[in-house]
């Protein structure tokens, strides 16, 4: 049996609770702010193994879900969002996101469907979009899709007793990812927007209307602004308790050289597809990773098309990509 987890408490009233989830990232963190009016940050997955946990550091803080006036999610995700509805449904009260994430939490298997003829057209094969599709049945369970939800905007403010956090609107990882940040003490709340040692994936994002959304060039975006905002500290969604800004930006500095070396010296063997690309950057990734890979070399080409480094040739069923220049005498 594993080991009970206890909330961490990183600010005078603020807990952070370790909640489990069935994806590789491992657990997912949550934060309490147990002031008045009591709020939530984040909720896990809607899972039976998640709610235990919830519920449990839950009670060690003498607190239970009819108490929490305020469900604020960074951003939907599944296991950010996924056990929001349930713990609505044991009286939590409003839940809160940005509008650019409302699709995908209000008709989640919706929003998956809607992206096969993208992913067929960035060259993944019909097997793998099989298996994409048990994919979406298989997660259906771990994400409930909510109703009656609130926006938060840019520079939405929510107040509690002796403490204010403002909102920052950082697209990327998803297109309606915020953050938390109390200005005057210098740290954050982030979700999936920053880390030290992993870079997030800017997972691939279709509109109803049909557009791709560009996530790494946002990401990047988001993260200049949030530099200039002078915050030294951050309580992420997973694996780092908190982090240092300054370290975090530096290590992303090195990660994205690097990356791009490794994408322009393959891509100079000739134009590919995102999919043949994925598939020589990580050769041995398995069929339940392509979606989460391709993500990632999408939002790369994105921001390398972006930077003039690479080219698109987009047709009706196909996209590929090579080097500026490629071929030409």
């Known amino acids: 049996m594993a080991a009970k987890v206890q909330p961490r408490e990183i600010k005078p009233g603020i807990f952070q609770l370790e909640l489990p989830t069935p994806y590789p990232i491992g657990p997912v963190y949550a934060y309490l702010i147990k002031r008045d009016p009591i709020s939530l940050i984040d909720a896990g997955v809607n899972s039976p193994q998640s709610l235990a946990a919830i519920n449990e550091q839950l009670r060690y803080l003498g607190v239970s879900p009819p108490q929490i006036e305020r469900l604020l999610l960074t951003h939907g995700h599944s296991d950010h969002y996924g056990a929001a509805q349930t713990l609505r449904d044991t009286g939590a009260k409003g ?26 057209q960035m060259g993944m094969p019909p097997d793998y979009l099989e298996y994409f599709v048990k994919f979406i049945v298989w997660e259906t ?51 999936d927007f920053i880390f030290a040692h992993i870079t997030p994936d800017p997972i691939i994002d279709i509109t109803p209307s049909g557009f791709r959304t560009p996530s790494m060039p946002l990401h990047m975006d988001s993260i200049k602004r949030f530099t200039a905002r002078g915050i030294h500290t951050y309580y992420p969604g997973h694996r780092e308790r908190e982090g240092r800004t300054r370290e975090a930006l530096e290590e992303l500095k090195k990660r994205m050289a690097y990356k791009k070396r490794v994408y322009l010296e393959i891509l100079a063997q000739g134009p590919m597809t995102p999919f ?46 090579s080097l500026k220049g490629y071929g030409k005498p």
């Open 95 to 120: 839940i809160f996101i940005h509008p650019r994430d409302m699709d995908k939490v209000t008709n989640r298997r919706e929003y998956y469907l809607r992206m096969r003829p993208y992913l067929a």
């Open 141 to 191: 369970p771990y994400a409930r899709d909510l109703d009656m939800i609130h926006p938060i905007r840019q520079g939405d403010l929510f107040f509690w007793d002796g403490m204010k956090l403002e909102v920052m609107y950082t697209p990327g990882h998803s297109p309606g990812h915020v953050i938390f940040l109390e200005p005057e003490g210098g740290w954050a709340i982030t979700g």
């Open 276 to 321: 043949q690309l994925m598939r020589r950057l990580y050769p041995e990734s398995k069929k339940g990773e392509a979606f989460v890979l391709l993500s990632e070399v999408m939002g790369r080409l994105d921001l390398l098309e972006m930077e003039g480094g690479v080219v698109a040739h987009r047709t009706k069923d196909t996209i590929t990509y």
